[in-house]
């Protein structure tokens, strides 16, 4: 007969034999009797089991457990000791090299999903790459190229100082107002790694050395003056108005250079370049202020050495940015490899 057809056979009656022996006086109780009845009816009253083979669609599959590797059947060995069953050479765990590859895909995942805010962050600071340069444009060399000499300088008194300082002030506004931006440009708003740019302890030594001398030979000056080292005598106010505005704003520069290193801010390789192109503005300023004075030879001169001075050192500062722009490439390409491998 077919498994697959369900067989239901008839209900079962089981027909118990009432037989009479003159030995056995127990089949004549009534209780007896009774007992046996109650017992063949509820027998009668019972279903056969129902045989079937096929699975209902909306039951779930048996699940059975199967070993893999079917030439090992040794799952448990009969051990005296129950935890003498786990061998610990035979257990399988996840390797170590899975685990590193899946900690690296979801940080690359991680990076990937933090680098799309950090994209149309980016297109906002675009801007910022015209108007910090156009800054520098407006309040530096647009007051020191087309204002008029005579609507600032009115003789060698006090107020022709203070509008001279006046103008440096503007240009050291806008120089301000470049280096925030230039710092919002540079660092990251979601940083993988906190953003520290970290200024060499050579680089400070030797910066910090041409400030310094170039900031002694205006009181060299001012001291050979007065006592009578050089002649002719440069009179205090004429010398005020010639390298005063030059030394308050190298004090600026010094400040503002010591500020970037203590913060590390990512703008400490330009701040000089910032206010050393604009020193030489300053002394071809002071060489043409010097003619209107009447200053004396020495004065001239040194001022011209001046010039040369910090043209030197600008040429230092670009070389330096060329050589921390390839030193930066390397460490690039190197952590690439470190980082591929």
């Given at each position: ?12 009656s ?24 109650l ?23 048996p ?9 090992d ?19 399988t ?33 675009w ?19 087309w ?24 240009y ?50 001012l ?67 010097g ?7 020495w ?27 390839g ?15």
């Amino acid at each position: 007969m077919n498994q697959g057809v369900i067989s239901v056979s008839c209900p079962l009656s089981i027909t118990i034999p009432q037989g009479h022996h003159k030995n056995f006086k127990i089949f004549k109780s009534p209780k007896v009797f009774n007992a046996f009845t109650l017992r063949s009816r509820f027998i009668h009253a019972r279903r056969p089991p129902i045989c079937c083979t096929q699975i209902n669609p909306w039951e779930p599959a048996p699940i059975t457990f199967v070993s893999e590797n079917e030439e090992d059947d040794t799952f448990l060995k009969r051990t005296e000791n129950i935890f003498g069953s786990l061998d610990a050479d035979s257990t399988t765990e996840a390797p170590e090299v899975e685990t590193k590859e899946l900690v690296e895909v979801e940080t690359k995942e991680v990076v990937e999903v933090s680098n799309q805010p950090e994209v149309h962050l980016q297109i906002f600071k675009w801007p910022m790459w015209l108007l910090g340069p156009s800054l520098l444009l407006t309040t530096g060399m647009a007051p020191t190229l087309w204002l008029p000499m005579s609507s600032v300088f009115l003789g060698p008194n006090v107020a022709s100082l203070l509008s001279l300082i006046g103008l440096d002030c503007i240009y050291n506004l806008g120089a301000m107002l470049f280096l925030l931006m230039a710092d919002a440009c540079a660092r990251p708003k979601q940083p993988i790694k906190p953003l520290r740019s970290e200024a060499p302890f050579s680089y400070q030594f030797w910066n910090m050395l041409a400030n310094v001398v170039g900031f002694a030979i205006p009181f060299i000056m001012l001291y050979g003056s007065g006592s009578g080292l050089v002649q002719p005598h440069l009179p205090f106010i004429s010398l005020a108005v010639l390298l005063g505005p030059y030394v308050l704003l190298l004090s600026v520069q010094i400040l503002t250079e010591m500020l970037t290193w203590h913060w590390r801010s990512p703008v400490w390789l330009v701040t000089p370049i910032v206010y050393e192109g604009y020193r030489i503005l300053q002394l071809m300023r002071g060489l043409k202020l010097g003619a209107e004075l009447s200053a004396p030879a020495w004065t001239m001169h040194t001022i011209r050495g001046l010039v040369c001075w910090w043209v030197l050192i600008l040429g230092v500062q670009l070389m330096r940015v060329a050589w921390f722009a390839g030193i930066a490439s390397l460490s690039r390409k190197q952590e690439i490899v470190a980082n591929g491998s």
